[in-house]
């Protein structure tokens, strides 16, 4: 069972500390330092950014692309209208909507907001909306068997699930960036990094 229900709740009132916290702010650099070279190599047009919240990664993204942010936080989005005008942001809870026919696919620290039972499927509708795919990932190194999402309100899986996931859904990883790993108090070795995918 997950502590935290639905994260989007547990985000309202945490406005400030998101758009202030330079933890997050270097994480949407990081993961901006990885998408926007892939856009370009991939002449990439079409791109979906699931968990979009208030349009950080948006805002750093090349101004040509057709971008659409997708989030449940209606809080989140008003930010996200200020911040890039000329964008569209939907408010959706992701397992309602089908997005298909994109060229990129994206979720920047989404995707370990959802419960171990239903992170596979999370993960395969991101993915399968796209050609390619980039995901922020926290893959757990250790321990390999942690059933966790209950006493943190985050989730952890492992490698091999990952790519047992991936292989399921028709795509292959193709390239990787590690960010950081880091070992939480709850004894949890992890690792943060970026990875995209592309169809098989
Ligand atoms: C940690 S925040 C994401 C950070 C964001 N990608 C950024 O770059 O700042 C997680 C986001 O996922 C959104 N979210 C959680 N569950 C969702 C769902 N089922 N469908 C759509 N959005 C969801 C939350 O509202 C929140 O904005």
Not at 83 to 110: H, P, V
Request: proline fraction near 2%.
């Amino acid at each position: 069972m997950k502590k935290f229900a639905d994260i989007s709740e547990y985000y309202t009132g945490d406005l400030a500390v998101h758009e202030e916290n330079e933890w997050i702010k270097v994480g949407h650099k990081h993961f901006l330092d990885f998408v926007n070279p892939i856009i370009e190599a991939y002449e990439i047009m079409k791109v979906v950014e699931y968990g979009c919240a208030t349009g950080h990664v948006a805002f750093g993204m090349p101004p040509h692309i057709d971008y659409v942010g997708v989030d449940r936080n209606n809080w989140f989005l008003e930010k996200a209208r200020e911040r890039c005008q000329e964008r569209i942001f939907m408010n959706c809870d992701i397992r309602d909507t089908k997005f298909t026919g994109y060229d990129l696919s994206m979720a920047w620290g989404f995707i370990k907001h959802f419960g171990l039972h239903e992170i596979d499927e999370i993960i395969d509708i991101v993915i399968s909306s796209a050609r390619y795919s980039v995901l922020g990932m926290q893959f757990l190194a250790h321990p390999a068997d942690l059933d966790d999402g209950t006493a943190y309100h985050h989730s952890w899986i492992s490698e091999e699930r990952f790519a047992g996931v991936i292989d399921r859904a028709g795509y292959k990883e193709t390239s990787r960036q590690l960010f950081s790993t880091f070992m939480h108090p709850l004894n949890i070795h992890a690792y943060d990094c970026a990875v995209l995918l592309e169809r098989k």
